[in-house]
Nanobody
Framework: QVHLMESGGGLVQTGGSLRLSCTAS????????VGWFRRAPGREREFLGA????ECVAPYSHRFTASRDNGKNVVYLQMSSLWPTDTAVYYC??????????????WGQGTQVTVSD
């Protein structure tokens, strides 16, 4: 089992940027497929992007970029041009396997992102 921790959330103005980080407490995150998700109030959870081995995708929006730094044992989600509709709790999740949009057994506690208008 791996324990994940997100960081980097906070309050940002419309048009601003944030970079979220995902690390693992007891294990290296480098060996896992890591995905990013969010859940806004009253909405379903959304898949944002993921890193599978050394390939990263972020199909949800061109404003989002997923990346990983194996040397630092961290996976990032860079978000730019944020809008109030991006306000949500953002989660990273980990799994073994190459399918990256679903099937994650390990989840972080989430980090709140609030975009003010």
């Amino acid at each position: 089992q791996v324990h994940l921790m997100e960081s980097g959330g906070g309050l940002v103005q419309t048009g601003g940027s944030l970079r979220l980080s995902c690390t693992a407490s007891e294990d290296t995150i480098n060996s896992y497929t890591v995905g990013w998700f969010r859940r806004a109030p009253g909405r379903e959870r959304e898949f944002l992007g993921a890193c599978v081995e050394n390939e990263c995708v972020a199909p949800y929006s061109h404003r989002f970029t997923a990346s990983r730094d194996n040397g630092k044992n961290v996976v990032y989600l860079q978000m730019s041009s944020l809008w109030p509709t991006d306000t949500a709790v953002y989660y990273c999740a980990a799994k073994h396997g190459i399918r990256y949009d679903t099937g994650y057994p390990y989840w972080g506690q989430g980090t709140q992102v609030t975009v003010s208008d």
